[in-house]
């Protein structure tokens, strides 16, 4: 065991310590056990020392008097002189000084012995101050302890010895004949002086040693030192916690002091002191406001007390010079502490102050760049938010963004600017209006807004943006959890009872679970008639279980291979193409009716689908334009950004004869297509950029923070039910495996999937903040995933009790052949009442000249020889249905006029440019004629009236194809959809698409 002068400022606890093992071997910890088990104080025997330690403790008898008599007071008594005993002897004067007292008061005489010198050097402590606050406010909003000043000063310290001065590590000793040696330090080994209250109204110093600091980070300094002092608290410093200091840190300014000249012990180099960070005396009564405008900021003073013998005073100088670079950011100290922390922001930088004395001119010149930095926040600050979980990229501050572009500097930050009433305030400090930017902007959420044209929609978002503190309550976090955890337990289990079998899990982009959670929660709870949802297969079998509620027992038997008897030949689309309906039941009970489309594997193919099918169902609530049917389109960042059909179904948006009151699209953005990465996979900065062309707010989110997730889910509810608008969330997310779960896509990303491996998961990450914040326990988390996943496992081993015999499907039925013709005459009586109406123009109503003897030839053929042309067939025909009680929608390329002006469905005043539709005026409310002119699409506008005809099989729906060749372009709808309708989606539909009316140049298709 070493030698109580290995303790060096610790010796005294030595005494203490031995004090208490005489007193109790078991009072102490196995460390001071053995250590104590040969202790040799002042020269005793070790058989003394054993003797001692194994005595009972000795009770000394109660004292009828206090041993030493009350002080009086120092003012009316004089000074004490000594007295005689009874016995004639003089007595001493106080008490004796024993035990620890004894050997701190050793400790103090011997250091007379070191001869030390003292360097002084006063550091300006606001670029410090600035850095921390940045570091603090990162880790405060992840559920991390904060970096204390100390913290930081004493990592400086560190590099500066071992970067520049290594000679201030060194110690002195003398050799056996008694002649000087220089110890030679080979790391850094930091004491930390820490002040400890024992309880009794006394304290005490203990000076624990940090080994090794040279070779750490700032991440691992900052571990090891918070360590340490938990040590201290608890009480748990062993003895090897005590030895092999070779600098000490004291730091007398946390009591307010501002500087020191310690006393250093035999054996000890340097003691390094750090005063109080304040402003220097002279400015204590000084305005604060008026030391900003000055740039006068705090320091901090730091001494060097060393042992003149081995060190000089021109190294101690070096290195306190060292530290004050260090500590204005130089040698890339705050670059490498930022990196270090994982602070996905750049560190502030040293900057000297302008502000010339001439101020009025210099003001108005800063609040123009200050109006120039709140605006390009607003337009660009999604540059620099934290949206990226691995951190792929180094962190960097646009220029633009960088206040000191604008000539700014980090003096200005304490000083007053106007605002516009960002936040709601007038005025604010720059400092804290940047705080407000940037919590706004340049988190864990990155808007863009600044490019939708409608002022009211911006200030709306700013409103709700800037200075908008959203804080979650106890039952919403523990929703989120709950959700969260379901997600991962359902994947976790799949992949341990199904190893390798595809299923395209959401690990990774569990955050979209709660997303969709809080969307369709707030559809059920303002009553929305329904929602419809779309998606590839990326996550959509956890969709299917834990948002429509499917039964686990019917996704399990899907993977045990249990075939549907009703399927031909065993066909049938795989399980993560398929739809299901459900309803969806928010927090507090209310319910809304769901449904997920089916859909192939043409990913975005489901989209003008699902948003026909949202259509067909407003278009029979009433009252009409209330949008009570949410679309919900669920996308992948490289099919969004790649798919043609991504950008016309965004066209069709806001066009009469499409809009549905605003799609909610959630792109879960993994970063990567099947392998292909962004750069190879678009043009654009963001996977989102096409959605700009229909100014729409993009809400960017970090996929590892489910509240932020959360609250942009909430955020883009609100938006469409305000302005009935699509809006777009990009989550940014990772995928935890391949494309599927067979796929290793370590060949082509091998740096990402590293990063990747190293990444706790979403639930992990979000229980750890719970629990930091004190929110729940772990053993409450963790409880709640054993639950869930117990019932999965109930659920399988139901599933596989029930499986059935080989089951071989039935040949396929033979061809039904020609149909029977079915009568489809009409009455005269009605055709004359739908040709009537044709031209029953309404009051006031001015045709066309041209039109006004087009139409009298036509009443002339109809009358004299009862011959109609084919548009009045068509016609005829629509309005016989009508009459019927079948509503019919006709969408095209052109439609209502024709392109060969021929149709005229829809008339226009000659005069006023007013609308009029003659056969939706042909009956009641309840029936209906659409009729719309489309978008220049045959792909996007295929799918939606096949999404449309879906949704209501009593109406007539048809499309036409401008000129017969543009079928073409919808081919995958005719394929995936229309083909292979019920062998791929299950489905029954008594649907079908037929050719009406053809010629060489246009086709008219109905469902």
């Known amino acids: 065991m070493p030698e109580p002068a290995a303790f060096g400022a610790n010796s005294w606890l030595v005494e203490e310590m031995y004090e208490r093992f005489c007193a109790d071997a078991d009072s102490v910890g196995e460390s001071w056990k053995e250590f104590f088990s040969d202790y040799r104080p002042n020269g005793q025997s070790t058989a003394t020392t054993a003797s001692a330690a194994t005595a009972p403790p000795v009770t000394p008898p109660p004292a009828s008097t206090p041993s030493v008599p009350a002080q009086q007071s120092v003012s009316s008594t004089p000074a004490p002189q000594p007295t005689s005993s009874s016995n004639g002897a003089a007595e001493e004067m106080g008490t004796p000084i024993r035990g620890v007292a004894a050997r701190i008061v050793e400790n103090m005489e011997n250091s007379l012995t070191v001869p030390t010198a003292t360097s002084f050097r006063n550091v300006p402590a606001k670029l410090l101050e600035v850095n921390r606050k940045a570091i603090n406010s990162y880790r405060e909003r992840t559920g991390q302890a904060k970096v204390s000043f100390t913290h930081i000063i004493a990592y400086a310290i560190v590099r500066a010895i071992s970067d520049a001065v290594p000679n201030m590590r060194n110690g002195f000793t003398e050799g056996s004949d008694g002649k000087p040696r220089l ?511 229909i100014q729409v707010p993009i809400f960017h989110v970090n996929g590892d923070d489910p509240e932020a997730c959360a609250r942009v889910a909430q955020l883009a509810w609100e938006y469409r039910q305000t302005f009935r608008k699509d809006v777009v969330i990009d989550m940014v997310c990772y995928r935890r495996h391949g494309h599927n779960e067979g796929d290793d896509p370590s060949y082509t990303q091998p740096l990402m999937y590293k990063a990747i491996a190293e990444r706790r998961s979403v639930r992990k990450l979000y229980v750890e903040t719970l629990v930091t914040r004190g929110d729940i326990g772990v053993d409450e988390a963790e409880q ?82 009862g011959e109609i042309d084919w548009a009045t067939g068509e016609a005829l025909a629509i309005g016989s249905l009508l009459l019927d009680g079948h509503s019919v929608r006709l969408a095209g390329e052109d439609s209502r006029r024709g392109t060969f002006s021929q149709r005229h469905a829809s008339l226009v005043d000659y005069e006023t440019g007013e609308q009029w539709v003659p056969l939706d005026t042909l009956t009641d409310d309840a029936t209906k004629f659409w009729v719309y002119d489309s978008l220049l699409s045959e792909y996007a506008a295929l799918g939606y009236e096949y999404g449309y005809a879906q949704a209501n099989p009593s109406a007539l729906v048809m499309w036409e194809a401008q000129f017969g060749d543009f079928i073409n372009g919808a081919q995958i709808v005719i394929d995936q959809y229309l083909v292979a309708a019920e062998d791929k989606d299950l489905t029954r539909l008594s649907r079908s698409m037929s050719l009406l009316l053809g010629s060489a140049f246009s086709s008219f298709y109905s469902f």
């Not at 337990?489 to 190893?499: D, G, I, N, Q, W």
């Not at 009537?836 to 045709?847: Q, S």
Request: proline share 6%; with cysteine; glycine share 8%.
């Open 183 to 693: 110890v030679t330090g080979t790391s850094v080994n930091m004491g930390l002086a820490v002040d400890v209250d024992k309880g009794d109204g006394t304290r005490t110093l203990l000076v624990p040693v940090l080994r090794e600091a040279d070779t750490m980070s700032f991440a691992g300094f900052l571990a090891a030192y918070d360590e340490i002092i938990r040590k201290v608290r608890n009480n748990k410093l062993t003895v090897d916690d005590f030895q092999g200091a070779n600098i000490t840190l004291t730091n007398p300014g946390t009591i307010g002091t501002v500087q020191s000249v310690p006393r250093l012990m035999p054996g000890q180099g340097v003691i390094v002191g750090v005063g109080n960070i304040d402003y220097p005396a002279e400015f204590e009564g000084a305005d604060r406001s008026n030391l900003s405008s000055l740039g006068i900021s705090k320091v901090v003073t730091v001494t060097s007390t060393y042992d003149h013998r081995i060190i000089q005073g021109a190294e101690s100088g070096l290195f306190l010079k060292r530290v004050h670079e260090l500590l204005l950011g130089e040698h890339n100290f705050y670059v490498d502490m930022f990196h270090a922390l994982e602070i996905p922001y750049e560190a502030v930088e040293w900057k000297t102050d302008a502000n010339p004395i001439d101020r009025e001119e210099a003001m108005l010149a800063k609040q123009m760049a200050v109006a120039k930095l709140i605006r390009v926040h607003r337009v660009r600050g999604h540059l620099m938010a934290d949206l990226d979980p691995l951190k792929w990229q180094e962190p960097r501050t646009p220029k633009e963004l960088d206040p000191s572009t604008y000539g700014l500097t980090i003096w200005d930050l304490d000083r007053e600017f106007l605002t516009d009433n960002v936040g709601g305030k007038t005025k604010m400090r720059l400092g804290d209006l940047l705080g407000v930017l940037r919590d706004a902007y340049c988190r864990k959420i990155g808007v863009e807004y600044m490019h939708i044209q409608n002022t009211e929609e911006q200030e709306w978002m700013q409103a709700r943006l800037e200075g908008s503190q959203v804080d979650f309550n106890q039952d919403e976090k523990l929703r989120i959890l709950e959700r969260l955890n379901a997600a991962e337990a359902f994947e976790r289990f799949l992949a341990t009872k199904y190893v390798g079998t595809k299923r395209f899990g959401i690990e990774g982009a569990e955050s979209a679970i709660p997303i969709l959670d809080t969307i369709l929660s707030s559809a059920a709870e303002s009553n929305l008639d329904g929602a419809v949802i779309g998606m590839a297969h990326r996550g959509r079998l956890n969709v299917l279980s834990n948002i429509m509620g499917k039964s686990h027992e019917a996704i399990f038997a899907e993977f045990e291979g249990h075939v549907d008897p009703s399927t031909v030949q065993g066909s049938g689309d795989v399980k993560y193409h398929l739809g299901a309906t459900g309803k969806y039941t928010s927090p507090s009970g209310s319910q809304i009716d769901i449904e997920l489309a089916a859909n192939p594997s043409h990913l975005e193919t489901v989209n003008p689908i699902v948003m026909g099918i949202a259509r067909s169902r407003q278009d029979r609530i009433d009252p009409p334009l209330s949008y009570s049917v949410l679309p919900l389109l669920v996308h992948g960042d490289a099919a969004f950004a790649g798919q043609g059909i991504v950008a016309e179904c965004l066209a069709m948006s806001d066009i009469s004869g499409y809009r549905v009151g605003g799609t909610i699209h959630l792109i879960i953005n993994n970063q990567i297509g099947f392998t292909t990465a962004p750069q190879f996979a678009r043009s654009s900065l963001y996977c989102s950029d096409v959605a700009k062309s």
């Open 784 to 865: 709640a995933l054993t639950d869930f996943q117990s019932k999965l496992q109930v659920a399988l081993d139901a599933t596989r009790s029930k499986a059935t015999e080989p089951f071989k499907a039935p040949p396929p039925p033979k061809p039904i052949g020609v149909l029977p013709p079915i009568p489809t005459g009409v009455e005269r009586p009605v055709l004359d009442r739908v040709f009537t109406r044709l031209t029953e123009y309404p009051e006031g109503f001015t045709p066309h000249p041209k039109l006004v003897k087009q139409f009298e030839t036509r009443q002339k053929m109809f009358d004299e020889s």
